[in-house]
């Protein structure tokens, strides 16, 4: 099927609902679904206008400027605007394109992001603090309300593991290709001879899935209590608050003890096993498709490294794009992450597009 074809079949979907919408005929049950999907292909069916719109004084300039008997100031001036519209043409062309492409269910959702110290000892567990204080601060430069909800301290300022419950517009959508192995190259504070040393944390991002995403039977789950302790052993509190869910089906665990209300703990625990259940369901149909796929930017397996934070030279290096930019301070207060996930988005887009064919 062609692209205009591609294009009339949805102008012309577009137009049936409106008139279905407008005359009353949808059901009481699917009008809710139909107007939904009036409202999702509007924005659609409007660029498609605008698009053909250009085309269509692109032609008649085009036409302007063959005519052999037309006034040659009025060539002129058609000339200079048919270069300007052939230059937006293709633009306006992605952007109808794009909005074609099969939206990722996922996108609008929340997030549950999971940092863990990997190789590296103290220093990728410094490391990995870092890394979660740098999308906390992403987070509130867009706005999103970020929520520690389990955080296992070293003692020294580092992280073992940290988990958020990230909220806001389309936190998924940006933040979906910072899962894998970040790798820091940086002399240690506790290097004395000055050597480099490479250290890791991986970045697990999570889409936050409802109760109708994802059904947890309770005869599935072994739910444990025990006492919260801080770094070093240090009590939190003297009551069996801390809670420990394992899933039986899949062997998943998931614990949690920030809270002193075991009811708040249990409550957290469950949003993030049912998180990392429905991730677990999206990989699976994922991998299905990615047999049928040319390319992908990142397979999203949380072993694959993705990025490098090289101190001594001030760069960061995402090695799916071969993106480097000379930006660590700005890194690391989440200022010029969104140059990453643009061009993360970009190139996503770029290789679906093609798939298309």
């Not at 060539?75 to 992605?94: C, G, Q, T, W």
């Not at 490391?127 to 509130?140: H, N, P, S, V």
């Not at 990989?283 to 397996?301: H, I, L, N």
Request: aromatic share 6%; hydrophobic share 40%.
């Amino acid at each position: 099927m062609s692209l205009d074809e591609k294009f009339n079949r949805v102008v012309a979907r577009h137009d049936e609902l409106r008139d279905a919408l407008a005359a009353g005929l949808a059901e009481s049950g699917e009008f809710a679904r139909l107007s939904k999907e009036y409202a999702d292909l509007t924005p659609i069916a409007e660029a498609i206008a605008e698009l053909k719109k250009v085309k269509a004084e692109a032609a008649d300039l085009a036409q302007m400027i063959a005519d052999p008997d037309g006034d040659p100031e009025m060539k002129a001036m058609a000339e200079e605007e048919f270069r300007d519209l052939s230059k937006r043409i293709p633009d306006f062309e992605r952007r109808v394109q794009v909005s074609l492409l099969p939206k990722d269910e996922a996108d609008e959702k929340n997030a549950i992001l999971e940092v863990r110290a990997g190789t590296g000892g103290d220093e990728a567990a410094l490391f990995a603090a870092e890394l979660f204080e740098m999308y906390r601060r992403y987070a509130a430069a867009r706005g999103w309300r970020f929520e520690a909800m389990d955080v296992s301290e070293t003692g020294i300022g580092g992280y073992k593991e940290a988990t958020a419950n990230i909220t806001g517009r389309n936190v998924f959508a940006r933040l979906k290709f910072e899962s894998g192995v970040h790798r820091v190259q940086r002399v240690p504070a506790t290097e004395a001879q000055g050597r480099i040393h490479t250290s890791a944390a991986t970045v697990a991002v999570l889409p936050e899935a409802e109760e109708v995403d994802i059904h947890i039977d309770e005869k599935d789950l072994r739910i444990d209590v025990f006492r919260s302790s801080g770094p070093g052993g240090q009590s939190v509190n003297t009551t069996d608050s801390a809670v420990r869910i394992t899933h039986l089906p899949t062997g998943l665990v998931v614990s949690q003890q920030d809270e002193k209300s075991q009811h708040k703990n249990k409550a957290k625990a469950l949003k993030v096993l049912r998180a990392r259940l429905y991730d677990r369901e999206r990989a699976e149909k994922d991998a299905a498709r990615a047999a049928d796929r040319k390319s992908q930017v990142g397979s999203g397996d949380r072993s694959e490294r993705i990025r490098t934070y090289n101190f001594p030279q001030g760069r960061v290096t995402d090695h799916r794009i071969n993106l480097t930019l000379y930006k660590i301070d700005k890194m690391m207060t989440g200022e010029a992450l969104d140059e990453f996930v643009d061009a993360l988005v970009s190139e996503d887009e770029a290789a679906r597009l093609a798939e298309l064919g």
